[in-house]
């Protein structure tokens, strides 16, 4: 069962609002901090707020990021709003907790200020059980985990690491290594973890081999 009571897809709404942004995914269980600040989207959270709680994240699709309206990615996970804070300047600080992805079948107009769809979370019924992912090499995952770290700079807690379920694990380098849009969608959509797991591995020693490769000489 996921977070929140939901055991099945019959369990979410098939209309949610929309908050497209570009290189932003979430997975189900995973954890997104957003800063809230244009009206449309403070308006959409007011809303939420005194209904399901619920936002369907999805990113523009490639090429689409800089039009005024976008077309968007087919796939996209809906969050529920699990923090919530104001500041002085009227921004929301915003928490979601991913549930389940959807499928975008169709945008319609409600007369609201943000975009709306109907979806369906048919295909992504194992969403709401956490993977174990038994069938992932999680030591060869976290050794090209701390390779890249390395490569970038980033600090980590690889304790926390190493204790994490494998699925923590995956999602979150997923979710929160810069890689490009359409990476980052492609990751969002594998079917499996462990087919997101193979992608994530080969995403990261593709990084690392062109580390090496802009490495300078001694």
């Known amino acids: 069962m996921s977070a929140f009571g939901y055991r099945k897809p019959a369990d979410l709404p098939q209309t949610i609002p929309l908050f497209p942004l570009a290189g932003a995914i979430l997975m189900p269980r995973g954890v997104l901090a957003l800063n809230v600040f244009e009206p449309r989207y403070l308006n959409m959270v007011d809303d939420v707020l005194g209904d399901h709680r619920l936002i369907g994240m ?12 976008p077309a968007l990615s087919s796939v996209g996970t ?16 915003i928490t979601l907790t991913g549930i389940c992805r959807f499928d975008l079948e169709r945008e319609f107009d409600a007369g609201a200020p943000y975009r709306q769809a109907i979806v369906s979370y048919e295909s992504y019924a194992s969403d709401f059980v956490a993977a174990r992912g038994e069938r992932v090499d999680r030591g060869a995952l976290i050794v090209i985990l701390k390779r890249y770290a390395s490569l970038h700079g980033f600090e980590v807690d690889w304790d926390s690491v190493e204790q994490a379920p494998t699925e923590t694990i995956v999602n979150v380098a997923a979710q929160i290594c810069p890689f490009d849009n359409a990476a980052k969608q492609a990751l969002l959509e594998a079917v499996s973890l462990e087919e997101r797991a193979r992608a994530l591995v080969t995403l990261l020693e593709w990084d690392a081999a062109s580390g090496d490769e802009r490495r300078p000489l001694q």
């Open 58 to 69: 999805v990113q523009p699709a490639t090429g689409e990021e800089d039009a005024a309206i």
């Open 78 to 93: 809906v969050g529920r709003i699990t923090g919530f804070s104001e500041t002085e300047d009227g921004r929301y600080l």
